[in-house]
Nanobody, 115 residues
């Protein structure tokens, strides 16, 4: 079973930036679609961004132009660069790995945007 470990969350002021990282165990990372999702208190988990094995990216509309997803297959790591953060970006951010129709989740990392 693959394990995903996120890092990089924290407290940031509005307009600030954070970079999240997620490292996967095992040897299926390079053949997996990777994604970031988030869940705010009292809300459903929502898509932030995905990146395919070939590097094609997809973003939720509210993140376009502010967030950038990338991957480093040599390091089994996916990144989420978040710029121009807003208070409404406050949530637990989860990394997800999709391989052969199965999805695995990380434990989540808290991002709080507040002055």
């Amino acid at each position: 079973q693959v394990q995903l470990v996120e890092s990089g969350g924290g407290l940031v002021q509005p307009g600030g930036s954070l970079r999240l990282s997620c490292t996967a165990s095992g040897n299926i990372f390079s053949s997996s679609v990777m994604g970031w999702y988030r869940q705010a208190p009292g809300k459903q988990r929502e898509l932030v961004a995905t990146i395919t094995t070939g590097g094609t990216t997809n973003y939720a509309d509210s993140m376009k132009g502010r967030f950038t997803i990338s991957r480093d297959n040599a390091k089994n790591t996916v990144y989420l660069q978040m710029n121009s953060l807003k208070p409404e970006d406050t949530a637990v951010y989860y990394c997800a790995l999709e391989w052969r129709g199965l999805r695995s989740w990380g434990q989540g990392t808290q991002v709080t945007v507040s002055s």
